[in-house]
């Protein structure tokens, strides 16, 4: 049968197989992570040759040469035999580099690669999404300043307010979007590189490879974090990086989450209303049983989606809680879910939030005639105001001048109304 291929056997995340972009799908995929170690491989022998252990260039030359090209299935069947991942892909490697094999991950624990290539696929997630983020935020401003003096009803507590404009009320959305590019510049701007510390963080492995020579252990530690194009590297680690930078950068995920759900859950009740609409195709289907229907979809996916984005932060909170002394491996299972579906989800509410932004339609007939129909009961505060200014009490609403009775007259049929509450 035609498109019956193994992948339609078994279940998919639809946040690949469905939604995120190609950039941020590889950036979790294998193909990157892996890749990555071999990378954190050659930079470790690099500097380890560059302060005088024995290692040649031809070993360095010969892994540089077999970067890309990993047996998969080699490295599946490693690990079923050795029960762990790096040791498998160390094994993978050798096999391809039989000349560099005694010195491939030489005085490195598995978090050498493991939480290095973590933090670099952090940084690279948000390289991906502060560009999608500030062409939303380009498309919302354009829209705001087209529509900065069109009057519409503001609406609190769902119910109809003063007057705003379309413009203003994006400006509210606009606002909460920026203080997002701050928190997810601010975010990437503090990772640092966890670099070359040990099984313990102590960095004892190295100076018994460079013979209790601390400067050429740090020094070692400054030339990989420079290799891998960090800046600084973290001052104190356990075995792992402290999760608490996956809460940093989980929370500002978490956190445009919420401002995409507010603003798309506000164009959804708009959207209602008839005043403002999403882009909607001209072959789309709104309902396979009402055909009239002009459904939200794109803004429903971003709440659906935001929702799960929200959920999310709660894992590293949780798994930065619950570490043991220098670490446990309880945090690993749960951190190679959280953290790809936290950058991905964040990928996918974006391009379609771009989306939205780029093609709102806004209906003038529909607010302006949802304007006068509650203008009467919008000119009651400048009614209080006016009886305040002929003298009146604003908290005796009875006390009614001379001077204010004109402004009722055009009213005068609709205040028969008799309202009786205790609070």
């Given at each position: 049968?035609?498109?019956?291929?193994?992948?339609?056997?078994?279940?998919r995340?639809?946040?690949?197989?469905?939604?995120?972009?190609?950039?941020?799908?590889?950036?979790?995929?294998?193909?990157?992570?892996f890749?990555?170690?071999?990378k954190?491989?050659?930079?470790?022998?690099?500097?380890?040759?560059?302060?005088?252990?024995?290692?040649t260039?031809?070993?360095?030359?010969?892994?540089?040469?077999?970067?890309?090209?990993?047996?998969?299935?080699?490295?599946?069947?490693?690990?079923?035999?050795?029960?762990?991942?790096?040791?498998?892909?160390?094994?993978t490697?050798?096999?391809?580099?039989?000349?560099?094999?005694?010195?491939?991950?030489?005085?490195?624990?598995?978090?050498?690669?493991?939480?290095?290539?973590?933090?670099?696929?952090?940084?690279?997630?948000?390289?991906?999404?502060?560009?999608?983020?500030?062409?939303?935020?380009?498309?919302?401003?354009?829209?705001?300043?087209?529509?900065?003096?069109?009057?519409?009803?503001?609406?609190?507590?769902?119910?109809?307010?003063?007057?705003?404009?379309?413009?203003?009320r994006?400006?509210?959305?606009?606002?909460?979007?920026?203080?997002?590019?701050?928190?997810?510049?601010?975010?990437?701007?503090?990772?640092?590189?966890?670099?070359?510390?040990?099984?313990?963080?102590?960095?004892?492995?190295?100076?018994?490879?460079?013979?209790?020579?601390?400067?050429?252990?740090?020094e070692?530690?400054?030339?990989?974090?420079?290799?891998?194009?960090?800046?600084?590297?973290?001052?104190?680690?356990?075995?792992?990086?402290?999760?608490?930078?996956?809460?940093d950068?989980?929370?500002?995920?978490?956190s445009?989450?919420?401002?995409?759900?507010?603003?798309?859950?506000?164009?959804?009740l708009?959207?209602?209303?008839?005043?403002?609409?999403?882009?909607?195709?001209?072959?789309q289907?709104?309902?396979?049983?009402?055909?009239?229907?002009?459904?939200?979809?794109?803004?429903?996916?971003?709440?659906?989606?935001?929702?799960?984005?929200?959920?999310?932060?709660?894992?590293?909170?949780?798994?930065?809680?619950?570490?043991?002394?220098?670490?446990?491996?309880?945090?690993?299972?749960?951190?190679?879910?959280?953290?790809?579906?936290?950058?991905?989800?964040?990928?996918?509410?974006?391009?379609?939030?771009?989306?939205?932004?780029?093609?709102?339609?806004?209906?003038?007939?529909?607010?302006?005639?949802?304007?006068?129909?509650?203008?009467?009961?919008?000119?009651?505060?400048?009614?209080?105001?006016?009886?305040?200014?002929?003298?009146?009490?604003?908290?005796?609403?009875?006390?009614?001048?001379?001077?204010?009775?004109?402004?009722?007259?055009?009213?005068?049929?609709?205040?028969?109304?008799?309202?009786?509450?205790?609070?």
């Amino acid at each position: 049968m035609e498109g019956s291929g193994d992948e339609f056997m078994k279940y998919r995340s639809p946040l690949v197989s469905r939604y995120a972009s190609k950039e941020m799908a590889y950036n979790f995929s294998d193909k990157k992570k892996f890749t990555t170690w071999r990378k954190l491989w050659i930079y470790l022998a690099k500097a380890e040759k560059e302060l005088g252990l024995p290692i040649t260039d031809a070993q360095v030359n010969e892994m540089e040469a077999h970067v890309e090209d990993i047996n998969f299935a080699m490295a599946a069947e490693e690990e079923k035999k050795l029960r762990h991942d790096v040791m498998a892909h160390v094994h993978t490697f050798a096999y391809c580099c039989p000349n560099a094999a005694p010195i491939i991950h030489l005085g490195a624990t598995s978090c050498y690669v493991g939480d290095n290539t973590d933090l670099i696929m952090l940084r690279d997630g948000f390289d991906i999404l502060l560009p999608k983020l500030a062409r939303v935020i380009d498309r919302l401003a354009n829209f705001a300043e087209k529509n900065a003096d069109l009057p519409t009803l503001g609406f609190t507590h769902y119910q109809p307010a003063q007057l705003t404009t379309v413009g203003k009320r994006a400006c509210l959305w606009l606002q909460d979007l920026v203080m997002d590019m701050r928190n997810l510049q601010r975010a990437r701007d503090d990772l640092r590189f966890r670099g070359v510390k040990g099984t313990t963080g102590t960095q004892a492995s190295f100076l018994q490879l460079f013979q209790g020579d601390h400067d050429k252990v740090e020094e070692l530690d400054r030339k990989v974090t420079e290799m891998a194009g960090f800046k600084k590297s973290y001052l104190v680690t356990g075995q792992t990086y402290s999760r608490k930078v996956d809460i940093d950068s989980l929370s500002v995920l978490a956190s445009l989450g919420a401002t995409v759900h507010k603003i798309c859950t506000d164009i959804r009740l708009l959207a209602n209303l008839k005043e403002i609409e999403e882009p909607f195709e001209k072959e789309q289907i709104g309902s396979s049983a009402m055909p009239y229907k002009r459904n939200p979809m794109r803004a429903e996916r971003c709440c659906s989606l935001a929702r799960h984005l929200v959920a999310l932060v709660s894992d590293p909170l949780q798994t930065a809680a619950v570490q043991w002394l220098e670490r446990t491996l309880d945090d690993s299972a749960n951190r190679r879910i959280s953290l790809p579906e936290s950058f991905l989800t964040a990928d996918i509410i974006l391009s379609t939030l771009q989306n939205i932004t780029e093609g709102l339609v806004v209906y003038p007939k529909v607010i302006e005639r949802h304007i006068r129909h509650e203008l009467p009961f919008m000119a009651t505060e400048n009614l209080i105001m006016a009886m305040v200014q002929a003298g009146g009490n604003r908290q005796v609403t009875r006390f009614l001048t001379e001077e204010v009775k004109p402004v009722l007259e055009p009213y005068k049929n609709k205040m028969d109304v008799k309202i009786e509450l205790e609070l």
